[in-house]
């Protein structure tokens, strides 16, 4: 008897944030979708923990309030603060992303009451996987894995099997998404290929539950250990009095990962807290490798890579969750599109071009920052590739064949010889102010607006306006709010020091916005017809002399929308302006239907 065939527009493979949030976003749009993750459940083992300015905003479109988002996150003041120590309550140097103008940047350009969030992708997952239980569009099938697909030029099968039963069964569908995370099977047997180093370093962590407000010195997120007895650990505060993260280096393959048994781990974060004397409960242990690497191609026929399948970055900047968040709303409201007859297939060539540019730019940020932290090290007089040399030479087997007393001497003897180095720090006010200097210096590894904000698509379902990018000496940690066509649309008050309606407000992910000047005029013949511009071609008008802006405040919104009053901008579904032209516009149903064939090719 064959194997059962079910049918869905869209089969997402992974339910991860990035494809529970590709979810989320087909489902505003009114497509349905089967959702399918190995997993038994949801994961409970943390491993991204930062969310930023751009993934809240997209989340909150989704329905998700900002009061539900923070609920579980870490205090704001907490999760402003880095800390750089020998043991955790020693230290030596912090950045705090509230002090001087950097906060104030962020609440200049946010409708959000908060500028990121230091929230566990486990609390995370716990709230998108509310939302999509409660969409009569998604049905999730956990427990579910996919092992194989066949395309052809109306669909993907895939098969699909029951872990808990065993029994296999076929999805058609029209797409699929793999978000099956880094090391994507759906990838592999595209063939697609990663491009970019595949170990920059192993890494073993545990997830241990803890109350550490009398243990640390300074309330932060993220403490980084130079300490000997735990050298190159971090612990992340997933929230002060409750959930941590501790990671530790592995020297492989002169160290072995199965070493770092939970007993191991136990010690090492002792010793990195520098407190034999605290209760520790580890809840699981993982490990994981640091690469740095980006797909050649997002697309291979009606399949598509989403999140980490398509993108693996170090931790070091945060940017690995969010972009995959990004994947996902840049992609899902084109699949609506074409699969509602709006648009072309040819739409969904714009994915890779878009998101393609953006995740190689976040790698190789993401990169920079990781070889950066080495900056803080040297200050001290340590050179990293000794160290890095000492440390797989004590792991070797050389050493390991030595007797256990003989070898316990050489390590105590290069502890005590790289704790001399590091209280050098508290003996030569020189060492002091180098240190602090390169700590200061890591400050753009956690203030990233221009990355969060900033980005801009230059090729993909845009109309360029010959308009230069907006001119920044940082694109990192400087943003500069623009209207360009491919920039995020920015925030700023309609309402001028009211500050009830953002600008925003306006979009709205169901449909492109035609944002007009309060001069633009329209074609006579054309004014009862723009009323069917939305059912027609998907675009919702606003015209800005209809609005409630004060009288006063008009000229600031067409100053900050960078266009006269008689220009206009068509927004995209995601928020990104696809075209401007900033004078001289007639509404006409023509111009509409010729800018949307132009952009969306409809």
């Not at 994981?288 to 070091?316: E, K």
């Not at 995959?324 to 699969?339: E, P, R, T």
């Amino acid at each position: 008897m064959s194997a059962r065939t079910v049918s869905t527009p869209v089969l997402i493979i992974g339910a991860g944030p990035s494809g529970m949030v590709s979810a989320l976003c087909l489902a505003k749009r009114g497509i349905d979708c089967i959702l399918i993750e190995r997993r038994q459940g949801l994961d409970t083992h943390p491993k991204a923990h930062e969310l930023s300015a751009r993934s809240i905003e997209i989340l909150h479109e989704l329905g998700l309030g900002y009061d539900e988002l923070s609920a579980e996150a870490s205090p704001a003041e907490d999760a402003a603060k880095v800390l750089f120590c020998d043991t955790i309550g020693e230290e030596f140097g912090c950045i705090d992303l509230r002090a001087g103008s950097i906060g104030r940047k962020y609440r200049e350009h946010l409708e959000a009451p908060m500028p990121y969030l230091n929230l566990s992708q486990v609390e995370l997952e716990k709230i998108l996987h509310k939302h999509v239980a409660a969409s009569p569009r998604i049905q999730s099938l956990y427990n579910h894995q996919w092992n194989s697909f066949e395309q052809d030029e109306e669909g993907v099968t895939s098969r699909i099997e029951n872990r808990a039963t065993g029994e296999t069964f076929t999805i058609r569908s029209q797409y699929v998404l793999c978000a099956d995370g880094a090391g994507s099977r759906g990838r592999k047997a595209l063939g697609i290929e990663m491009r970019g180093p595949d170990k920059l370093l192993d890494v073993v962590n545990a997830y241990f539950q803890a109350d550490l407000r009398h243990v640390v010195r300074t309330r932060g997120k993220l403490y980084f250990i130079f300490s000997p007895k735990a050298p190159g650990s971090v612990f992340i505060a997933h929230h002060v009095e409750k959930r941590w993260v501790f990671h530790h280096p592995v020297a492989t393959p002169y160290e072995k990962i199965e070493e770092y048994t939970p007993e191991v781990m136990q010690k090492k974060i002792k010793a990195a807290l520098g407190r034999d004397d605290v209760e520790i409960r580890i809840t699981s242990t993982s490990h994981w490798r640091m690469t740095a690497q980006v797909a050649d191609r997002f697309r291979s026929g009606r399949v598509f890579l989403v999140g980490d399948a398509a993108h693996r970055f170090p931790p070091t900047g945060g940017l690995g969750m969010n972009s995959g968040i990004g994947d996902a709303h840049n992609l899902a409201w084109k699949l609506a599109m074409v699969l509602d007859r709006r648009a072309p297939p040819a739409l969904l060539d714009s994915y890779e071009a878009e998101r393609r540019p953006v995740s190689q730019t976040n790698c190789d940020e993401s990169r920079l920052n990781y070889e950066r932290m080495g900056e803080v090290a040297e200050a001290f007089g340590i050179n990293v590739k000794d160290a890095r040399w000492l440390t797989e030479t004590l792991s070797s087997s050389t050493m390991r064949a030595l007797p256990k007393k003989l070898r316990a001497f050489a390590e105590r003897q290069a502890q005590r010889y790289a704790e001399s180095v590091l209280s050098r720090y508290h003996r030569d006010p020189s060492v002091r102010e180098r240190v602090l200097s390169a700590i200061a210096q890591q400050k753009s590894h956690f203030d990233r607006i221009g990355l969060d904000l900033g980005y801009t698509y230059e090729e993909g379902a845009i109309l360029r306006d010959g308009s230069p990018p907006a001119a920044s000496d940082d694109h990192v940690s400087s943003y500069v709010p623009s209207t360009r066509p491919g920039a995020r649309f920015p925030h700023f008050w309609l309402d001028g020091n009211d500050r009830r309606q953002s600008s925003r407000s306006l979009i709205d992910y169901h449909a492109s916005t035609l944002l007009v000047g309060a001069a633009a005029t329209a074609r006579p013949s054309d004014v009862e017809a723009l009323d069917q511009v939305e059912s027609l071609h998907g675009v919702r008008l606003f015209k800005l002399g209809a609005a409630e802006i004060p009288a006063c405040h008009v000229a600031a919104v067409h100053t900050a929308l960078q266009i006269e009053p008689d220009g206009a901008l068509l927004i995209r579904p995601d928020g990104h302006v696809a075209w401007r032209q900033p004078r001289g516009v007639t509404l006409s149903v023509v111009l509409i239907a010729s800018i949307v064939r132009q952009v969306y090719g409809a």
